[in-house]
């Protein structure tokens, strides 16, 4: 845009619990959009819903927004701290006859719902109040009487919206209920505050979720109804179940930023899977640093169809972004999921397990034989047909010879347990998945001789000890 009409996007999370990714994604969207084009990104609170605010959300979502480095220009703008600018606006709506006082009480709405419900009707305020005389409002606001007060919506009229990814869009008035703008304890609602801070913040571009398509209409009318010019609006599409069938559920896993941190994902993993999920760069490229976002990133590439969130390719982005880390940065990463080993022993073992994992919690389950006494089924010791007779064999000349070890290191190890292989003539595959699950507890393991040097000669006789016990 023009020196004179700069871009201006905004990321406008309520306090209610804890970041969506689907918020991450809409943050990393507009910041994208607004760097690209030198223009500004902007940090807006809108906690009107005071009842449903948890206790520092917030400061998560700013902390998320650091981590993701989506660094904002301006902000934060916190929604209850601007009251008095909402009652202002709200004034000049109910001069010019665009808004109007409700007085109705709850229990008359509720039941207003009900007969709504059975009859099969969309639920519409029946506007009880707008015939209301200035003689009568003035009574009932004088006698302390509570309200909200309702936008009028007019009668029988289009409203056009326009949305850059899906043009034109028509519904008629018949559809919108005339919405409560203020709510009575004088907190605006959603619909008033966003479009008179996006007005008052000079927003040029509104990206969100598609799910607030259906707002569209009555945030349009607004802005006709003040004489203001709308932003270009860009409904993005939300993210489907793993099935594709739904809006992204807990029912399918996690949702919220801070559980894929806490699986061991890494920020830059998982920016750069949710800038495919909506866009398509138009190459076969997935790999995206955030910089080479900012570049290539076009709206108008942005997709109509809700993306299923697959995990699978999740997991794919996270294990190449590992492979890249440095020896000693990886074994830093690894440390707080790993807290029941020595920082030193996974510097040591993080080579091993930097090729083997997808995130860093799979590191547990792979490590955990290190530290402690791992159970497992004795069915697991049966590896490729091995029969209990021949399983002893292995596992007690295994033992003897790996205690007569004096230098236990690993070439050694692997010479010893080479030479008893070929003079038993046992099949390789098969001694060393049965060893595989007498030392780890599991099949799929880490290079189980590449371990014995750090699990130390001890604890590696105490597991075939273990193991052995099994099978009497």
């Known amino acids: 845009m023009s020196p004179k009409n700069p871009v201006r996007t905004r990321i406008a999370p309520s306090p209610t619990g804890q970041m969506h990714v689907g918020t991450l994604r ?14 500004k990104f902007i940090l807006r609170i809108e906690d009107t819903d005071q009842k449903r605010q948890v206790a520092d959300a917030q400061n998560n979502l700013i902390n998320l927004l650091k981590i993701f480095k989506l660094n904002y220009d301006e902000g934060p703008y916190i929604q209850t701290e601007r009251l008095e600018i909402y009652q202002k606006h709200i004034q000049a709506l109910l001069e010019k006859g665009f808004a109007y006082y409700c007085f109705c009480p709850t229990n008359r709405l509720e039941k207003m719902r ?3 419900e059975k009859q099969h009707q969309k639920p519409h305020y029946d506007r009880h109040c707008l ?15 509570p309200y909200v007060i309702r936008l ?13 990814i899906r043009g034109q869009i ?28 996006d007005h008052l913040m000079k927003i040029s571009h509104v990206i969100r979720g598609d799910e607030w398509i259906s707002s569209l209409p009555k945030q349009v009318l607004l802005y006709q109804y003040f004489g203001w010019k709308p932003p270009i609006f860009v409904h993005l599409p939300v993210f489907l179940n793993p099935d594709g069938k739904g809006k992204m559920s807990k029912r399918h896993g996690s949702t919220s930023v801070q559980s894929f941190l806490d699986q061991g994902y890494l920020p830059a993993a998982i920016l750069n899977y949710l800038m495919l999920l909506g866009w398509n760069p138009g190459t076969q490229q997935e790999i995206f640093s955030l910089k080479q976002f900012v570049q290539d990133f076009n709206l108008k590439k942005v997709h109509k169809t809700q993306p299923a969130f697959d995990r699978r390719k999740l997991d794919f982005i996270n294990a190449y972004y590992m492979r ?12 707080p999921f790993t807290p029941e080993i020595n920082p030193s022993l996974i510097k040591q073992i993080a080579p ?26 004795t069915q697991l010791l049966f590896q490729r047909g091995a029969d209990k007779e021949l399983i002893i064999d292995m596992l007690t000349q295994t033992s003897e010879a790996l205690k007569n070890i004096s230098n236990w290191h690993l070439q050694l190890i692997q010479m010893i347990l080479d030479d008893l292989i070929a003079k038993n003539k046992w099949n390789t595959g098969q001694f060393f998945m049965i060893f595989r699950v007498a030392i780890c507890g599991a099949p799929r393991t880490l290079p189980v001789v590449d371990c014995l040097p750090h699990l130390g000669q001890d604890k590696t006789i105490h597991k075939l000890t273990l193991a052995l016990a099994k099978l009497k």
């Open 26 to 39: 809409t943050a990393l969207y507009n910041y994208a959009y607004a760097k690209q084009n030198s223009g």
């Open 352 to 377: 091993l397990l930097k090729e083997r994992i997808e995130k860093l919690t799979d590191a547990v389950s792979l490590t955990d034989f290190f530290h402690q006494d791992v159970d497992f089924s």
């Open 131 to 145: 015939s209301l005389s200035p003689k009568q409002i003035q009574k009932k606001l004088s006698d302390g009487n």
């Open 170 to 197: 028509i519904i008629n008035s018949t559809e919108i209920d005339d919405q409560v703008l203020i709510k009575s304890d004088g907190v605006p609602t959603y619909h008033f505050a966003v479009v008179v801070d």
């Open 324 to 335: 890249r880390l440095s020896a000693p940065k990886f074994a830093h990463l690894l440390s």
């Open 114 to 116: 009900e007969i709504q």
């Open 152 to 164: 009028k919506v007019p009668d029988h009229q289009d409203i056009i919206c326009h949305d850059l």
